[in-house]
Nanobody, 120 residues
Framework: VQLVESGGGLAQPGGSLRLSCAAS????????LSWVRQAPGKGLEWVSG????????PYADSVKGRFTISRDNAKNMLYLQMSSLKPEDTALYYC??????????????WGKGTLVTVSS
């Protein structure tokens, strides 16, 4: 299993970024996926998840209404559109494969992360 994130960078408060995650090594269309983040000096925070078909998309309260998760099963790609960014969104963002039959925050495979910095 390989998960490779991209799209991180520097954004201004109120700005937008789109993260991508390229997946391989498993049956992508059969598995739920999540985005998780870790802010500097803090623990892991689950951000959002998406079901195998894309119809179920829960969000953490901290990002609800600002972030949108999506997937393209034909391309084995996961996305996170981030808008109205805040400095507190600064973190290393990971995509992760959800452990089958478990909660959204239970993952068995992770990428190496992409850094998002929100600052003026």
């Amino acid at each position: 299993v390989q998960l490779v994130e991209s799209g991180g960078g520097l954004a201004q408060p109120g700005g937008s970024l789109r993260l991508s995650c390229a997946a391989s090594g498993f049956t992508f269309s059969s598995d739920a996926l999540s985005w998780v983040r870790q802010a500097p000096g803090k623990g892991l925070e689950w951000v959002s998840g998406i079901g195998s078909g894309g119809g179920v998309t829960p969000y953490a309260d901290s990002v609800k209404g600002r972030f949108t998760i999506s997937r393209d099963n034909a391309k084995n790609m996961l996305y996170l559109q981030m808008s109205s960014l805040k400095p507190e969104d600064t973190a290393l963002y990971y995509c992760a494969k959800v452990l089958g039959g478990s909660s959204w925050a239970s993952m068995d495979y992770w990428g190496k992360g992409t850094l998002v910095t929100v600052s003026s």
